[in-house]
């Protein structure tokens, strides 16, 4: 009996053993799952996070430079002057020969002699804006002196005025006159003035025995009298007195004053004003023939090129004395020249005409007869690459990508695919080299794949 107790016994305990253990592998079963699920899902995660981030920039690069020699693509043509020495291929090398182009006369250009006239004025202080400077006179009974008064326009002017007070029957002789020059090829002589003649018996004219008058002489010649005007200015203008001064030096213009009171009783004020005194003296001015001959240069280069994106050349050019080239590029959907630039040279030393339109004349011109040299041509152009292109691809995201592989088409050419197989750091770039001859203004379509993503791409060559 007892036999059978510890004998069960001990079967349960080995039961419950079993049990214990394998309830223990079933929990450490399911951590196992979580934990592989979990890193799984991590992962799963970073991938997704990786191809919702790659970034990367796509370019290419179609071109090529080339250089060329002169003598296998310029044209060299003289159109106006003498050709010395050279030819195209003394264009190849620098120092080994020149093209030098000597000027030709242009044209001559001859002006016939001639006249022409001038005027100038004679007479200095004619408005007395600075007293009686200039002028020299002798006083009477009265004197000489200047004054303001209003004009027509309601301004101020300053004239010269002579006040005098002549007792009964007694006379007063009053001068005012200045020298001035005249030239050899005199044409003629205008003289104007203003005056004003006054007496204190105004606005009643002057009895017929008494005697108010001012005089105007040139060199003792008379020109002119004038009387009493009260209150009103009179103009006289534009005299020929051209007659009175036909010999060249110096002459004289006088204006001169003479009163006489024939009444023995009393005593009269008089004034006279004088303004606006002019001379003008107009000169013929003979002219002699003038010629001159005008010598020049003009020369043309012609580049006969393959179709290109950039052009740039350099003539390496000397003149002997300083010029202006004037350089005109050929316009060729409106067919005329148009100028392109302008360079001013020293003499005897080089320099480079720097260019980039493929046909072009150089025009220069002087005084003097000159001389042009042209060395060394330096032709530089950026052309289509005839071999292909290379697709650039640069990582611009955080993470490395690997790029799978390439895909190429146009309207007209079928889808290509090229294989890459690189992995690409953060920044790091990779150069795809496609031998496709690419077509000038087409449209080409590039996808580029990744492990993740494909991203597109345009351009027109």
Request: proline share 3%.
């Amino acid at each position: 009996m007892l036999g059978r107790r510890g004998q069960a016994t001990a079967i349960g305990g080995v039961f419950f053993v079993l049990l214990m253990v394998a309830l223990l592998g079933l929990i450490f079963y399911q951590i196992d799952y979580e934990h592989r699920f979990y890193t799984k899902s991590i992962e799963v995660m970073e991938e997704r996070k990786r191809a919702y981030t790659e970034r990367i920039k796509v370019s290419e690069n179609y071109t090529i430079t080339r250089n060329y020699a002169a003598a296998d693509v310029a044209t060299f043509t003289v159109l106006e002057g003498d050709l010395v020495s050279g030819s195209n291929s003394s264009l190849n090398d620098i120092g080994a020969n020149y093209i030098i182009v000597d000027s030709d006369a242009v044209f001559n250009l001859t002006v016939p002699g001639g006249t022409t006239t001038t005027t100038s004025e004679a007479i200095k202080n004619g408005e007395f804006n600075y007293g009686l400077d200039y002028w020299i006179y002798v006083n009477g009974v009265g004197s000489w002196n200047t004054s303001t008064y209003i004009n027509g326009t309601g301004g101020l002017d300053t004239a010269a005025i002579y006040s005098t007070i002549v007792s009964g029957g007694a006379v007063d002789n009053a001068k005012l006159y200045q020298s001035f020059t005249v030239g050899e090829n005199l044409k003629s002589a205008e003289l104007s003035f203003n005056y004003r003649m006054w007496w204190e018996l105004c606005p009643f004219p002057l009895p017929r025995e008494y005697i108010f008058n001012l005089f105007v002489f040139i060199d003792n010649n008379a020109i002119g009298t004038y009387s009493l005007t009260c209150n009103e200015w009179r103009s006289i203008s534009a005299i020929n007195v051209t007659d009175y001064l036909t010999t060249p030096g110096n002459h004289t213009l006088e204006f001169r004053i003479y009163i006489y009171n024939p009444n023995k009783r009393l005593s009269f004020s008089y004034k006279v004003w004088i303004d606006k005194v002019s001379l003008k003296l107009t000169y013929i001015d003979e002219t002699a023939e003038f010629s001159s001959v005008v010598y020049g240069i003009d020369a043309m280069l012609d580049l006969d090129l393959p179709d290109y994106y950039n052009l740039t050349y350099k003539l390496l050019t000397q003149t002997n004395i300083s010029l202006i080239l004037d350089v005109y590029a050929f316009d060729e959907e409106n067919n005329i020249w148009v100028l392109y630039d302008k360079f001013l040279t020293v003499a005897n030393e080089w320099s480079n005409v720097t260019l980039d339109s493929p046909r072009i004349r150089i025009y220069a011109e002087s005084q003097h007869p000159f001389r042009i040299q042209f060395d060394y041509l330096y032709v530089e152009t950026t052309e289509l690459n005839p071999n292909g292109f290379t697709l650039i691809i640069e990582n611009a995201g955080d993470y490395d990508l690997e790029i799978v592989a390439c895909w190429l088409k146009n309207e007209t050419l079928d889808a290509l695919r090229y294989e890459v197989g690189r992995s690409l750091l953060p920044g790091e770039r990779l150069e795809v080299n496609i031998p496709v001859v690419l077509t000038k203004g087409s449209l080409y379509q590039v996808r580029v794949v990744t492990r993740n993503n494909v991203f597109k791409h345009s351009f027109t060559p």
